[in-house]
Every structure is written in structure tokens, then in C-alpha cells.
């Protein structure tokens, strides 16, 4: 691939390689890595101190602001300056000029005319536009990756989720496809799902629409999910049903992982055999920390579901997969508990903490961007609590091995936390 080709120039600090492929193809200097990889050539610049890199790839549109899934904020390439103190790649980052339209608002993301329609209910402007002969399904190229990948189905998924019945209904007889994927957001038939709405979803399912694995664990519906399971068993599950490449199994641990439902979790579980260390173990813990129906902007969210079910799913899969997995880019269990989402409290993030210790997590994992322990982390996030949970357990507060600005003292400092400085300070380490 192209932008691998890019990046391996970066990471050669092979300056004329990397212009001969930003003179054919500029817009390499802003796409991600892979689908499943949010790098960019700029983070790897930055990572090897290359000034003329750094330069060279901004002038080219590289965005020194945008950072990696799941940690964006502190793993953009100007954090990244900012935190090993790269002041003269500070100084490019924050002066070089990016050509005409760079970091504009990327035009595949905003609703079409077709969609703001729907938005508003008015269902004779929304029949005038397919008469027009507007697309149903307003099909799109994704922006920002080398691949060419789609979404579509936007219109139709604004009505199932808003309970438009009558206007989901025009959208169908008029070709919308129920099971369009909107990028990163889903299909018409989850956001029914989501809605509790049967109605819609028997609309939809009429017209083809098929009720996705994921989504019975997301939003916790057992029933449902019982439902796939017996289709399966007399071989009608239909493929649609599932992620791409994944299994019936496999979609149930991540759905009700993600939505905390231990039921749907179960059934997940009964029907996978990853190998005890199997990365997918690590995906399937991280995705119950989220708390995902609590999340508060969140449009599809229940918060009137219990949180304790998250903790539950959390050690069902501990016990499968034990405490020591790791994820993309060096991170650990306790690195992920430690850098739990705003709304999940301190003290579900300490049993969280304590679960994973019971099943044998690290406490010196070291991840590849920040460089950092999990109490390293547990003071980039704030946490004082699990701060002194992972010191009474044994972590290494100094950390000698740690750069200067990856120690946890060091992080705690920049952070500026009275209460995070007093729980190193208790513990003796400075």
C-alpha cells in the first residue's frame, strides 16, 4: 500500500522517497495507517525527531492534531512533542502553514439534502427529492483512507432511529436499502434495535433488514438475540447478520460486552475458542469499560441500565482470557482501566482495577506511544484512587527504567493534581 510505502520512508528518515510519493499523491501525508491503524507518517516523524520530515509532511496537509482509537487526545503528534519536549518540532507543528483546504471539515461526513430532510419530518419535500431522482441511500466515498470504503443509508437510518415510520416506509418502497451501513454508525435496523421500537424493526426486517449479532448485546435484548440463535441452528442465520468475517459467536461477545449484558456475553461465550492470550480477549475487555449505554452524548445510550453489568461482563471474560492481554500498541488491562472514560466513576475504575489484578494483570506493562507504566497512566488520567490501589499492589513508582517525562511522577506533575502529587508523595516517592 501507498501510505505503508510512505511511512516506511518516514521511519527510514529517507527524506527524497517520501517527496517522490508526496509529489505523485500529497493527500498520503493525511490518511491513516490502515483501517485499523490511526497512525499517520506524521506520528512517525515525530516519534524520530525528524525535523525536515515533520516540516515535509505538513506543508503536505499532515493534521499534527489528530490522534490514535482509543486515546486520541494524548496521542496526537502534537502531544506527543509537547510530552518528550520536542520544542523544535513544537515550533513547526504550530507554524507551518498547510496548503489550500488541508483540515477542512471533510464533506463525506455531513448529511446530504436528502438526509437534513428526513431530519426535519416533512414528508412531501422528502418525496419531491426522490422524484428528483436523489439516491435513497445517498451513498458516499469515506474520506481520510487509502481504500475505497462506503457508507450509505443515512436517510433511512435518521427515520428508524426517530421512529419515522411513515417516511421509513417511502424510503424502502423507494430502494433504500435496510441495511445500509452509515460509516461508524451503523445500520437503519440497529438504530431500531436501539429504540426498542418492534414496529420499525419489522418494517424494516419486511424489506430485508436483518437484526445484526452486535447489536442484541449493545442494546441488551436477550430475546433477540435467542432469536439469531435458533436461525442459526436451522441454517438460516442470515450472513448479514454478522460482522464482516466474524462469527455468531464472535459478535455476541463484542455486543454484550460493549452494552453489559451478561446474557448475551454468555451466549458469546459458549460459542468461541480463542486461545487464552487471543488478542480479541483484549478487544472484548476494553469494550466493557466503556460503559457504552452511559456514554452521555451518546444518541443510541440507556442510562436507565444498570452500570454494575459492565464489571460482571468484565470478569466473565477475565475468566476466559485471563488478566495479561495485550492490545494494539503495547496496552495493557490496567492501561485501559486507567484511562477510563470520563463517566465511568473512580470507583468502578478501582474494581475494575482490582478484577483484573485477581485474574494476573501487569503492573509494568509499557505501552508504545506514551511510553508508560499503568500507574504512569492511572496519573495522566487523574485517577488518585487507582493510583494508590496499584502502589499498595506493588508498582513501581519510580520507574528508573522510564524517559524523565514518561515516570509517574513526571505525568502527575503536569497534571498539577494536589491529590494525585499527596498519593505519590504517601507512598515515599519524592
Known sequence: MTVARLIEGVVRNDLAAVMELLQVKPELAGLDSSAGDERRALHFAVLGRSAEMVRVLMEHGADPNQGVYPYRRVTTPMAIALDRGYNELVEILQSTV?????????????????????STGNIDEIRSLLD??????????????????????????IAAGAGMHAIAELLLQRGADPNGHVYAAGTPVHKAVGRRDRRMVELLVRHGGVVLAESTGYFRSPGLARELVALDEAGRLPRQSLSPGSTLGADFVEGGA????????????????????????????HSSMAFWNHIPWLEDAHPEFARDTYLECFQMILARSGGRTVGGLGRTVLHDVAAMRTWVTDAEVEAFAAAALSAGASLDGRDEILRSTPLAWACQWGRAGLVRLLLERGADGIDTAADEWAKPLARARKSGSAVLLAALREHGIY
Not at 98 to 118: I, K, M, R
Not at 145 to 157: A, I, K, N
Open 132 to 157: 428528483a431522482g436523489l439516491d435513497p441511500d445517498e451513498r458516499r466515498r469515506v474520506g481520510g483512507l487509502e481504500d475505497d470504503v462506503y457508507s450509505w443509508g443515512r436517510p433511512l437510518q
Open 98 to 118: 498547510p496548503p489550500v483546504g488541508a483540515g477542512t471539515s471533510d464533506p463525506e461526513f455531513n448529511d446530504g439534502e436528502l438526509s437534513h430532510a428526513v
Open 258 to 285: 460493549s452494552g453489559g449484558c451478561p446474557e448475551v456475553l454468555r451466549m458469546g461465550l459458549e460459542r468461541v475458542d480463542w486461545p487464552h492470550c487471543d488478542p480479541r480477549w483484549h478487544k472484548a475487555l
